[in-house]
């Protein structure tokens, strides 16, 4: 059973913006839980983008999406959101959101739960 959802995504053009959202799709508070954004490109293994913590103070992001990424969330709407900027080919991918099990603020990393994710969303970025 999908636990979560994702919206958003869809064909950008090279040097776009996407802004990708996360809810809960199996009646659960995404407020209470970390949540994550994770990718996987076809050939290519699972990559971590970024998480926040449940209340939101606690950001942690892969070396590697700093600066073009940015994660957020509103625990009034239960939603968390990941906008894209500067957009290239190789962001290409199936992005996933799932509920995040560490301590973001004690583990800088993103360890997702093995259950709860969203289905995926494709991002396709091209001319």
């Known amino acids: 059973q999908v636990q979560l959802v994702e919206s958003g995504g869809g064909l950008v053009q090279p040097g776009g913006s996407l802004r990708l959202s996360c809810a809960s799709a199996?009646?659960?508070?995404?407020?209470?839980?970390?949540i994550g954004w994770f990718r996987q490109a076809p050939g290519k293994a699972r990559e971590e983008i970024a998480c926040?913590?449940?209340?939101?103070?606690?950001?942690h992001y892969a070396d590697s999406m700093q600066g073009r990424f940015t994660i957020s969330r509103d625990n009034a709407k239960d939603t968390v959101t990941l906008q894209m900027s500067g957009l290239e080919s190789d962001d290409t991918a199936v992005y996933y959101c799932?509920?995040?099990?560490?301590?973001?603020?004690?583990?800088?990393?993103?360890?997702?739960?093995?259950?709860?994710w969203g289905q995926g969303i494709q991002v396709t970025v091209s001319a």
């Open positions: 799932a509920v995040v099990l560490n301590s973001i603020q004690t583990r800088k990393e993103c360890i997702p739960d093995s259950v709860r």
């Open positions: 926040i913590s449940s209340a939101g103070g606690t950001t």
């Open positions: 199996s009646g659960f508070a995404l407020s209470n839980y970390a």
